[in-house]
């Protein structure tokens, strides 16, 4: 299968190496970055530099593939999947794009093409979770997810350094958090909920409330949904002070008598103090907490806690978002998911095997799921 990954990012360099390793695949990276193609030089895959921000190039560049993978940050995502889609290109995508994928469906369905969007660790993996636990066939009555990238030394000013577009991130904290209690969907201002959790191996954390539900929102079957994004004890009060002085604005204000947008301003001094230095480490943590109900009320919870891997110098936020996304192509190539149209994974989970697949496919590059039985709390301490 002819697969194109757009983006050479960490992220997207981790999901083209993957795939290179496949024979079944032969595999195109386009980025504008012409330093982060050269990082992949040793990498069997053929590089290209290309302006994806053009849509005339997009266009010729996805005409040829069969597959296209979009890794691109969220401010291209939705037009990336939709000119994709116009070429009747299968599409796996990870940019966690602010628009409505379901827009698509009609256009992937006319097309006949597949397009499965967020597909990494969170949301991703967590949504394939929970289509698994509602295939068991018990009712779900509550699914929180606690998911965070953290650098492994909590020293440094903000106590954090991005593992991923650092753009996106200010996006997750400016975002109005979405959620669900009692079957209605609610929101609550961006950085306002934050409370504190125990996690084994790393201690405290806080747990900040944020909009990463998404697709899963829409599940009639589930009355209570939560995702708290996990960082180290005191960067959200640090990151709420910066938004209300409104730095994270997008509106042009007067400076020296220059019109500047505070968001960029931000990024540009910001982004420094964030970016991981080389070989320095990082991990994932992710707990998915599932209440069911039937005969026996029980807890079921899933635990993640993946380092960078010094080997292969891969951060441990392209393994388990690039490794998930993988193994989501895989299912594609494979025929295990052919369902022409947008679909998100927690559809993907309630098939049959897909969620065994993907697990495995995972565990194979050593990130590791396990799931574990609790006895059910009240209905007041579910919610923390």
């Known amino acids: 299968m002819n697969v194109a990954v757009l983006g050479a990012g960490r992220v997207g360099a981790t999901i083209a190496t993957d795939l290179a390793a496949d024979d079944g695949f032969d595999v195109l990276v386009a980025d504008r970055d012409g330093a982060a193609l050269e990082r992949l030089r040793d990498v069997p895959v053929r590089r290209l530099a290309a302006d994806l921000t053009d849509s005339a190039v997009l266009r010729r560049l996805v005409g040829e593939q069969e597959l296209v993978v979009g890794a691109l940050p969220a401010s291209l995502g939705y037009r990336t999947l939709e000119i994709a889609l116009e070429a009747g290109c299968h599409v796996v995508d990870i940019s966690f794009f602010e628009e409505d994928p379901f827009t698509l469906d009609e256009l992937a369905k006319r097309r006949g093409a597949v397009a499965l969007v967020d597909c990494g660790v969170s949301p991703g993996l967590s949504n394939l979770i929970l289509g698994h636990v509602e295939s068991r066939g018990d009712p779900v009555d509550r699914f929180t997810c606690l998911v965070g990238g953290l650098p492994a030394d909590r020293g440094g000013l903000f106590q954090y350094k991005a593992p991923f577009s650092p753009m996106d991130v200010i996006e997750v904290y400016t975002r109005p958090a979405r959620y669900k209690e009692g079957g209605a969907v609610r929101t609550a201002p961006p950085l306002s909920a934050v409370e504190t959790v125990d996690v084994e191996g790393l201690g405290t954390l806080e747990a900040i409330l944020t909009d990463g539900l998404r697709t899963v929102l829409a599940d009639e079957r589930v009355p209570h949904m939560r995702e708290l994004t996990l960082r180290y004890p005191g960067h959200a009060a640090q990151m709420r002070l910066l938004n209300a002085m409104g730095l994270f604005g997008t509106e042009p204000i007067d400076v020296a008598g220059a019109r500047v947008r505070p968001r960029e301003l931000v990024a540009r001094l910001l982004f420094p103090l964030w970016e991981f230095g080389p070989g320095e480490a990082d991990l994932t943590v992710m707990r998915v907490e599932i209440d ?93």
């Open 292 to 384: 069911v109900g039937g005969a026996t009320p029980r807890r079921l919870v899933f635990e993640l806690l993946d380092r960078y891997d010094p080997a292969t110098q891969t951060s441990s936020m392209a393994r388990t978002t690039g490794y998930t996304c993988t193994a989501i192509v895989r299912l594609v190539a494979a025929g295990a998911w052919s369902t022409p149209g947008v679909a998100p994974l927690e559809a993907v989970g309630r098939e049959a095997g897909c969620y065994e697949q993907v697990v495995r496919d995972l565990a194979q590059r050593g990130v590791v799921l396990r799931e574990r039985v609790e006895i059910r709390p009240s209905h007041g301490a579910a919610s923390r």
